[in-house]
């Protein structure tokens, strides 16, 4: 099993930062994928980012030079910077980790952009 605590959402104003972070404990398994999920009221849940063990990285094209997403091995957290938010990433952020064919899954922490 695998244990995801996620930090670090909030309100802030359009065009402002706000960093997510989340640790994964448990059986954490050397070769993994993290990544950050989001879902706003009506709408399925998206992916936003994720990132390899190895560093390589995938972007939703809405989020493209504007998050960036990062991650401690050693620690086995992942993080996710936002910059020049937009309203229409308010949302409810999900911390994703995938190991041997498995998702795990955090509480999800609140986004919310105002304009």
């Known amino acids: 099993q695998v244990q995801l605590v996620e930090s670090g959402g909030g309100l802030v104003q359009a065009g402002g930062s706000l960093r997510l972070s989340c640790a994964a404990s448990?059986?954490?398994?050397?070769?993994?994928?993290m990544g950050w999920y989001r879902q706003a009221p009506g709408k399925q849940r998206e992916l936003v980012a994720a990132?390899?063990?190895?560093?390589?990285?995938t972007y939703a094209d809405s989020v493209k030079g504007r998050f960036t997403i990062s991650r401690e091995n050693a620690r086995n957290v992942v993080y996710l910077q936002m910059n020049v938010l937009k309203p229409d990433d308010t949302a409810v952020y999900y911390c994703?980790?995938?190991?041997?064919?498995?998702?795990?899954w955090g509480q999800g922490t609140q986004v919310t952009v105002s304009s």
């Open positions: 448990g059986s954490i398994f050397s070769i993994n994928v």
């Open positions: 990132i390899t063990t190895g560093g390589t990285t």
């Open positions: 994703n980790h995938n190991q041997l064919r498995r998702n795990y």
